[in-house]
Nanobody, 117 residues
Framework: QVQLVESGGGSVQPGGSLRLSCVASGIFFSGYHMAWYRQAPGKQRELVAAVNNGGVTNYAESVKGRFTISRDNTKSTVWLQMNKLKPEDTATYYC???????????WGQGTQVTVSS
């Protein structure tokens, strides 16, 4: 059974940091592109950061310079380091594993990130 287990969410003040983790099981992790998405109430889910199976990363413009995505295939884990958090970063963050052009697409349960004073 495929499972993506997320952790690391919480509440922080503006300017603070959080590190999200996603541990995958039931998939051949190194064969997947991994990504973090987020969704705030009333808004569409958006791509935050992604790292492909070659280690190439890309980021939403709104988080460039603040967030860093990384992966360790030996641990089947992907992280999202979030620094200089802003209130507009408040959302539920979801881990995603995907192989483009296939039905191999999986989601984590989501972890809440709240940035407020």
């Amino acid at each position: 059974q495929v499972q993506l287990v997320e952790s690391g969410g919480g509440s922080v003040q503006p300017g603070g940091s959080l590190r999200l983790s996603c541990v995958a099981s039931g998939i051949f992790f190194s064969g997947y592109h991994m990504a973090w998405y987020r969704q705030a109430p009333g808004k569409q889910r958006e791509l935050v950061a992604a790292v492909n199976n070659g280690g190439v990363t890309n980021y939403a413009e709104s988080v460039k310079g603040r967030f860093t995505i990384s992966r360790d295939n030996t641990k089947s884990t992907v992280w999202l380091q979030m620094n200089k958090l802003k209130p507009e970063d408040t959302a539920t963050y979801y881990c995603n594993a995907d192989i483009a052009g296939t039905t191999n697409n999986y989601w984590g349960q989501g972890t809440q990130v709240t940035v407020s004073s």
